[in-house]
Nanobody, 120 residues
Framework: VQLQASGGGLVQAGGSLRLSCAAS?????MGWFRQAPEKEREFVAT????????YYADSVKGRFSISRDNAKNTVYLQMNSLKPEDTAVYYC?????????????????WGQGTQVTVSS
């Protein structure tokens, strides 16, 4: 499975961005993770292809929204009310099994990452 993430950029605090992740095939679950400089990669959000079940990290709950377009095999991450601490490289990931969805090892496929920078 190949993943292509896009949509990152520079935005002021309080602004919005929408990330996209196009997959070459449909998998059981898609997720978004992020990694800030000198920090470990952390879970952001996940969604299942079948029922659209979603789950978010506490740090983004209420501000970010994950969705999918099954016809396009594409997952989106709408990010609102962005904060400087949201600055990171954002990665999309795909999992072929139902193994929870919040840990990096549960995903077998990763996109190349897209930079999100939020200025204060």
């Amino acid at each position: 499975v190949q993943l292509q993430a896009s949509g990152g950029g520079l935005v002021q605090a309080g602004g919005s961005l929408r990330l996209s992740c196009a997959a070459s095939a449909r998998t059981f679950r898609m997720g978004w993770f992020r990694q800030a400089p000198e920090k470990e990669r952390e879970f952001v959000a996940t969604i299942t292809w079948n029922g659209g079940s979603t789950y978010y990290a506490d740090s983004v709950k209420g501000r970010f929204s994950i969705s999918r377009d099954n016809a396009k095999n594409t997952v989106y991450l709408q990010m609102n009310s962005l904060k400087p601490e949201d600055t990171a490289v954002y990665y999309c990931a795909a999992a072929t099994e139902n193994r929870g969805g919040t840990r990096t090892y549960e995903y077998g496929y990763w996109g190349q990452g897209t930079q999100v920078t939020v200025s204060s």
